[in-house]
């Protein structure tokens, strides 16, 4: 089936910098994408989602960029801070069942 | 973690038993989902239910089973016909609404010995 993907399994960054975590989906269907965040030990949390019909969504620290064309998704955090120290997963739904299919998840870690 | 309880935490299973782990909800939501989650993999689908008395196999569901009796309950079993069930297991929720992310309880971590 349709599956969501991740470019990279692990991403350290300094803290206080800005992070980049990328989600590649094969379903063109896809019309509703959300990226969670799951902290060890712990159940995915909801970060910000983006409809199909955008391109772009911010939420506090983080925003959410949606290129349709190269069925591409992004998520940015904005000065990086320990407590962001997570796997991140992005998920995708489409059709009236409106499933999530999730990606592998990326593991960021922030550095002192 | 949002009206969603599951327990217990952890969970250690002989070979050969059948465990039922729990997942109540107090949302109202109509939807549940059971998830597993192996190590530094994603989540992979189990059993769902959109509605009382009636829920759907996911893509794995061979060794597991559930029930829907009440709204608020849906309670997996890993049944000793699955044969690698050490994983972590997550119930989620979803309102009817078309479009919203479902919600997740803390999980539980079954380990078999």
């Known amino acids: 089936g349709e599956s969501v993907g991740l470019h990279l399994p692990t991403l350290s960054v300094q803290e206080g910098d800005n992070s980049i975590i990328n989600c590649a989906y094969s379903n063109s269907a896809s019309d509703y994408f959300i990226w969670y965040k799951q902290e060890s030990g712990k159940g995915p949390q909801f970060i910000i989602d983006i409809r199909s019909n955008m391109d772009k969504r911010q939420g506090q620290r983080v925003t959410v960029l949606l290129n349709k064309t190269v069925k591409h998704l992004s998520l940015q955090i904005a000065a990086t801070q320990p407590g962001d120290s997570a796997v991140y997963f992005c998920a995708e739904t489409s059709g009236s069942a409106r499933q999530l299919t999730f990606g592998s998840g990326t593991q960021l870690t922030v550095l002192p | 973690d949002g009206g969603i309880t599951q327990s217990p935490k952890y969970l250690f299973r002989k070979e050969g038993q059948n465990v039922t782990l729990s997942c109540e909800q107090n949302l109202n939501h109509d939807a549940m989902y059971w998830y597993r989650q192996d190590p530094g993999q994603g989540l992979r689908l189990i059993y769902y239910?959109?509605?009382?008395?009636?829920?759907q196999k996911g893509d794995i569901a061979e060794g597991y089973s559930v029930s829907r009796e009440k709204k608020e309950s849906f309670p997996l079993t890993v049944t000793s016909a699955q044969k690698n069930p050490t994983a972590f297991y997550l119930c989620a929720t979803k309102t009817g609404a078309q479009d919203y992310g479902y919600t997740f309880g803390s999980g539980t971590r079954l380990t078999v010995v």
């Open positions: 239910s959109q509605i009382v008395n009636d829920f």
